[in-house]
């Protein structure tokens, strides 16, 4: 594409083959992503919905947790009222690598599927978000922060995905040359 991308720089303009650039890398993500999915749909379904019912358990978990920690240690809070607020803040990022966990094991679930599959549960949750989104802004006011958090879900579920793919890469020996 870069090649293609020169010539058509210098005749119809930067812009224009930006645009053209960007086209055609859209297209040939999504052609990839199609393939992929085409080669074994039941097997990619049932991963990512195995994936979707694994992220609604653990996405309670931190919470789940604090509760119990709150139940159990109420009398202290008062003394130690600044390590109950770390942890408050630091909920966000639990859930974080809550999704970078399911999207650890949806990868190794997928084999040789790994980002097909967490793509399409990450489209799942976009989804869900912008849906979440538009009843918000609906029904109430914006939160810019829960916004922003929101989308981590995704982003966990891609990056667990794709540490996976990296080590089942890093892992596979080379093929040797016979001369």
């Known amino acids: 594409m870069l090649e293609e ?21 859209v297209k040939t993500v999504a ?4 393939a992929g999915f085409r080669g074994a749909p039941g097997s990619i379904t049932a991963v990512v919905l195995g994936g979707y ?5 653990v996405f309670g978990l931190p919470e789940k947790l604090l509760s119990a920690l709150t139940e159990r240690y109420l009398p202290f809070w008062s003394t130690h009222f600044h390590a109950y607020l770390w942890l408050l803040t630091g909920t966000s990022i639990e859930l ?9 094991m ?14 399409l549960l990450a489209f799942i949750f976009c989804g869900l978000i912008g849906a979440a ?10 939160d810019l922060a829960w916004m922003l958090c ?19 890469l890093a892992a596979k020996p080379l093929p040797v040359a016979v001369l």
Request: charged share 10%.
């Open 53 to 57: 019912i694994l992220h609604r358990f």
């Open 31 to 34: 052609h990839v992503f199609v």
């Open 150 to 168: 929101s989308c981590g879900d995704p982003i966990g579920i891609l990056l667990g995905a794709a540490i996976v793919r990296t080590h089942r």
């Open 5 to 25: 991308f020169s010539p058509l720089a210098s005749k119809s303009g930067i812009s224009f083959a930006r645009a053209w650039y960007w086209r055609q890398t």
């Open 133 to 142: 989104w538009v009843w918000v802004a609906l029904h109430g006011s914006i």
């Open 106 to 119: 949806v990868g190794l679930a997928a084999k040789g599927r790994e980002l097909v599959a967490a793509v």
């Open 96 to 104: 974080i690598l809550a999704s970078v966990f399911v999207g650890c």
